[in-house]
Nanobody
Framework: QVQLVESGGGLVQAGGSLRLSCAAS????????VAWFRQAPEKEREFVAG??????YYADSVKGRFTISRDNAKNTVSLQMNSLRPEDTGVFYC?????????????????WGHGTQVTVSS
Protein backbone atom coordinates (compact mmCIF):
# COMPACT_ATOMS: atom_id res chain seq x y z
CA GLN A 1 0.00 0.00 0.00
CA VAL A 2 1.05 3.55 -0.73
CA GLN A 3 -0.28 6.50 1.22
CA LEU A 4 0.00 9.93 -0.37
CA VAL A 5 -0.27 13.28 1.40
CA GLU A 6 -0.29 16.58 -0.44
CA SER A 7 0.73 19.94 1.00
CA GLY A 8 1.51 23.45 -0.17
CA GLY A 9 -1.79 24.71 -1.50
CA GLY A 10 -3.17 28.14 -0.72
CA LEU A 11 -4.39 31.46 -2.03
CA VAL A 12 -2.17 33.44 -4.37
CA GLN A 13 -2.60 36.35 -6.75
CA ALA A 14 -2.35 35.89 -10.49
CA GLY A 15 1.28 35.82 -11.54
CA GLY A 16 2.39 34.36 -8.23
CA SER A 17 3.93 31.01 -7.36
CA LEU A 18 3.18 28.00 -5.19
CA ARG A 19 5.03 24.77 -4.57
CA LEU A 20 3.03 21.60 -3.94
CA SER A 21 4.53 18.50 -2.38
CA CYS A 22 3.37 14.90 -2.37
CA ALA A 23 4.84 12.73 0.33
CA ALA A 24 4.62 8.96 0.14
CA SER A 25 4.62 6.43 2.93
CA UNK A 26 4.48 2.69 2.69
CA UNK A 27 7.07 2.43 -0.07
CA UNK A 28 9.29 4.58 -2.23
CA UNK A 29 8.34 6.13 -5.55
CA UNK A 30 10.91 4.01 -7.37
CA UNK A 31 9.24 2.32 -10.32
CA UNK A 32 6.06 4.32 -9.87
CA UNK A 33 4.51 6.90 -12.13
CA VAL A 34 3.40 9.92 -10.11
CA ALA A 35 1.09 12.57 -11.46
CA TRP A 36 -0.70 15.70 -10.39
CA PHE A 37 -4.30 16.17 -11.39
CA ARG A 38 -6.49 19.22 -10.97
CA GLN A 39 -10.22 19.43 -10.47
CA ALA A 40 -12.05 22.73 -10.76
CA PRO A 41 -15.63 23.14 -9.51
CA GLU A 42 -18.11 21.30 -11.75
CA LYS A 43 -15.33 20.08 -14.03
CA GLU A 44 -13.70 16.72 -14.55
CA ARG A 45 -10.38 15.88 -13.02
CA GLU A 46 -7.64 16.75 -15.51
CA PHE A 47 -3.99 15.84 -15.88
CA VAL A 48 -1.50 18.57 -15.00
CA ALA A 49 1.97 17.02 -14.78
CA GLY A 50 3.62 13.68 -14.20
CA UNK A 51 6.92 11.94 -13.71
CA UNK A 52 8.10 8.44 -14.40
CA UNK A 53 11.71 8.92 -13.61
CA UNK A 54 13.62 10.32 -15.42
CA UNK A 55 10.92 11.46 -17.84
CA UNK A 56 8.45 14.26 -17.13
CA TYR A 57 5.13 15.06 -18.76
CA TYR A 58 3.00 18.22 -18.81
CA ALA A 59 -0.38 19.37 -19.97
CA ASP A 60 -0.09 21.96 -22.71
CA SER A 61 -1.75 24.55 -20.48
CA VAL A 62 1.06 24.42 -17.91
CA LYS A 63 4.15 23.87 -20.06
CA GLY A 64 6.80 26.46 -19.31
CA ARG A 65 5.09 27.45 -16.05
CA PHE A 66 5.04 24.28 -13.93
CA THR A 67 7.90 21.95 -13.10
CA ILE A 68 7.55 18.50 -11.56
CA SER A 69 10.44 16.87 -9.73
CA ARG A 70 11.19 13.95 -7.45
CA ASP A 71 13.35 13.95 -4.33
CA ASN A 72 14.44 10.40 -3.61
CA ALA A 73 15.96 11.23 -0.24
CA LYS A 74 12.69 12.71 1.03
CA ASN A 75 10.47 10.36 -1.00
CA THR A 76 8.46 13.29 -2.30
CA VAL A 77 7.29 14.59 -5.65
CA SER A 78 6.95 18.34 -5.95
CA LEU A 79 5.15 20.62 -8.36
CA GLN A 80 6.58 24.11 -8.69
CA MET A 81 3.92 26.38 -10.13
CA ASN A 82 4.91 29.78 -11.47
CA SER A 83 3.00 32.48 -13.33
CA LEU A 84 -0.25 31.19 -11.89
CA ARG A 85 -3.51 32.11 -13.56
CA PRO A 86 -7.07 32.20 -12.22
CA GLU A 87 -7.89 29.22 -14.43
CA ASP A 88 -5.35 27.16 -12.47
CA THR A 89 -7.72 27.26 -9.49
CA GLY A 90 -8.88 23.89 -8.22
CA VAL A 91 -8.12 21.00 -5.94
CA PHE A 92 -4.79 19.44 -6.83
CA TYR A 93 -4.42 15.71 -6.28
CA CYS A 94 -1.30 13.58 -6.25
CA UNK A 95 -1.68 10.08 -7.67
CA UNK A 96 0.62 7.12 -8.20
CA UNK A 97 0.59 3.86 -10.09
CA UNK A 98 3.15 1.14 -10.63
CA UNK A 99 4.31 0.07 -14.05
CA UNK A 100 6.72 1.01 -16.81
CA UNK A 101 4.34 3.09 -18.91
CA UNK A 102 3.20 6.60 -18.11
CA UNK A 103 -0.44 7.50 -18.63
CA UNK A 104 -2.45 10.71 -18.23
CA UNK A 105 -5.67 8.82 -17.58
CA UNK A 106 -6.71 9.30 -13.95
CA UNK A 107 -8.84 6.14 -14.00
CA UNK A 108 -5.81 3.87 -13.97
CA UNK A 109 -4.05 5.42 -10.99
CA UNK A 110 -4.26 3.20 -7.93
CA UNK A 111 -3.25 5.55 -5.15
CA TRP A 112 -4.54 9.04 -4.44
CA GLY A 113 -4.02 11.73 -1.87
CA HIS A 114 -6.87 13.76 -0.39
CA GLY A 115 -6.01 16.87 -2.39
CA THR A 116 -4.91 20.41 -1.63
CA GLN A 117 -6.79 23.56 -2.63
CA VAL A 118 -5.13 26.08 -4.91
CA THR A 119 -6.92 29.38 -5.45
CA VAL A 120 -5.56 32.02 -7.81
CA SER A 121 -7.20 35.42 -7.57
CA SER A 122 -7.29 37.87 -10.46
Amino acid sequence: QVQLVESGGGLVQAGGSLRLSCAASGRTFTGYAVAWFRQAPEKEREFVAGILYPNTYYADSVKGRFTISRDNAKNTVSLQMNSLRPEDTGVFYCAARSGPIFTRNPLVYSYWGHGTQVTVSS
